[in-house]
């Protein structure tokens, strides 16, 4: 089998430089670079690829070298491999008593990388610029190619004593006896593949195993009571309950060996939509496997307990209130059905009134509206609307129909950032009146300027003639005066 990576057709290779890392950062990354060639899982590169790389730690204290191919998983085309459902899984678990674990050592390093796509998982680092031959983990597609590789090695014993889910391995047995030959089959067929389990999460000869969050024995499946707690702890109230627990003012509640916290027998959950829908599956499916010869009648069940009340139902069992009787909760009620026929006479009689009221509004190609201008709308943010502002404007000319709300309209240059196309609820209807348009007449503007007085006269020779002239003041707060001949 091969690892194979389809990109998205038209795109062309994407390269990121490197990030910045700490000096004692960089010792390590060179130490894990130099294992990762001498077991001859990278090699040396010149795709122009690249991704940056980054160390992750892990739980041990120890470090994980991890290629950030965020930019690369954007350009893959996803795989639609459907993963197996752990509620699934678990039903094969019926009747097994002993159970074995195991966890694989770098099961991804036994793919190889298609040869055609090496290039495509390069990365960069301070060090060089390397590639890997071999599947790595975070590539879009490689859990889906892990669990169909795990599947095939392990198809024959599937559903029959062997469990797998990604990396980790469930032999579950009946009897000692089984256990042993179907560990016999199992670590055979790993031997087979060359695959290495890690020793230190492995586990052997259980009457009891963790496995995928749940607790399994002969006795049945149960839920981790440290994955429930942790739950519990997420919710202020149920933090404060636990804490009472054991005293007076406990009430009703009390924490079951299964580490569930319960109220007069019923589960108590955090103010979680999903996780109370996630339990509510659970049970009803329970009671549906139960019921097999009658689950027809216990399908109401669903509806009740999934969906919203529409109908004013009352729960009521017998000896639980000493407050409240059944007798009380009956005229409820009725008054409650009382208040909904009213509230629904009232609301028929308002929408009848509003549907005769109402008339649709339509305009033609051609026609003159107002725009309607708000404070919030584009369009008063383009006009900077104030409290004085218009509240209309226009008119403007309707220049197309877009569907049956929408109208496409002619705006002026001072409009041009807006969108011409606007809602019908925000036209307004302009009747053309033709004593709106008012006829502007022409005014002359030029006047003739007129001397204040004649301040000094003189007479001037020119070529053997004599010309007379005079002083004219035309400005007396400036003192402006200009010679002119006399005529």
């Known amino acids: 089998m091969e690892f194979s990576i389809d990109l998205v ?50 739980k041990d204290g120890g470090s994980r070298l991890c290629v950030d191919h965020w930019q690369l ?25 002993v159970f074995s ?37 975070g590539v879009t597609n490689a859990l889906a190619v892990f669990i169909d590789f795990m599947n095939m090695i392990f198809r024959p014993f599937l559903d029959k004593f062997v469990m797998v889910f990604i990396d980790d391995i469930l032999i579950y047995s009946r009897t000692p006896e089984e256990q042993g030959e179907h560990l016999r089959v199992v670590l055979e067929i790993l031997k087979a593949k060359q695959l290495y389990a890690k020793l230190s999460k492995c586990e052997f000869w259980l009457d009891e195993v963790k496995f995928l969050g749940r607790v399994i024995s002969a006795e049945g499946i149960a839920v981790d009571p440290a994955k429930v707690k942790s739950v519990l702890l997420q919710d ?29 027998g019923r589960i108590c959950l955090p103010h979680d939509a999903e996780l109370k829908k996630a339990v509510l599956e659970d049970l009803l499916r329970a009671c549906v496997l139960d019921h097999l010869g009658s689950w027809e009648e216990v399908l109401p069940l669903i509806e009740f307990a999934c969906r919203r009340c529409r109908t004013p139902l009352c729960w009521y069992q017998d000896g639980e209130s000493l407050v409240v009787g059944s007798e009380l909760i009956l005229q409820t009620t009725e008054k409650v059905k009382l208040i909904q026929e009213r509230m629904k006479t009232t609301q028929s009689r308002q929408k009848a009134y509003a549907d005769k009221r109402r008339k649709p509004l ?126």
């Open 236 to 264: 202020v109230e149920l933090v404060k309950l636990l804490g009472l627990l054991g005293t007076e003012k406990a009430g009703g509640f009390e924490l079951g060996g299964d580490g569930i916290l319960r109220y007069k």
């Open 362 to 487: 339509e305009f033609s190609e051609g026609e003159h509206v107002f725009l309607k201008v708000t404070q919030t709308s584009g369009m008063g943010r383009a006009l900077k609307a104030r409290k004085v502002t218009p509240r209309f404007v226009g008119p403007y000319q309707i220049i197309q129909r877009v569907g049956p709300v929408a109208y496409r309209l002619a705006l002026p240059p001072s409009l041009s950032n807006l969108h011409d196309v606007f809602h019908v609820s925000q036209l307004r209807k302009y009747v053309h009146d033709s004593s709106h348009v008012v006829e502007l007449d022409d005014v002359d503007l030029t006047f003739e300027k007129l001397p204040v007085a004649v301040v000094d006269h003189e007479l001037k020779e020119l070529r053997g003639k004599s010309i007379a002239l005079v002083k004219v003041l035309w400005d007396a707060a400036t003192g402006k005066a200009t010679w002119e001949v006399e005529q």
């Open 9 to 58: 057709p038209g795109v062309g290779p994407v390269s990121v430089a490197p990030y910045r890392m700490a000096p004692a950062v960089l010792v390590e990354l060179k130490g894990q670079l130099e294992d990762l060639l001498k077991k001859q899982l990278v090699q040396p590169s010149v795709s122009p690829w690249g991704a940056p790389v980054l160390l992750v730690k892990k």
């Open 101 to 137: 674990k195991i966890d694989w050592r770098s099961g991804y390093h036994q793919i190889r990388v298609k040869e055609g796509d090496v290039s495509k998982t390069a990365f960069r680092t301070r060090y060089g610029h390397y590639e890997y031959v071999v599947m790595l983990f």
């Open 73 to 97: 998983n954007k350009l893959t085309i996803k795989n639609k491999y459907p993963f197996s459902r752990i509620d699934d899984l678990m039903d094969q678990l019926k009747g097994a008593s």
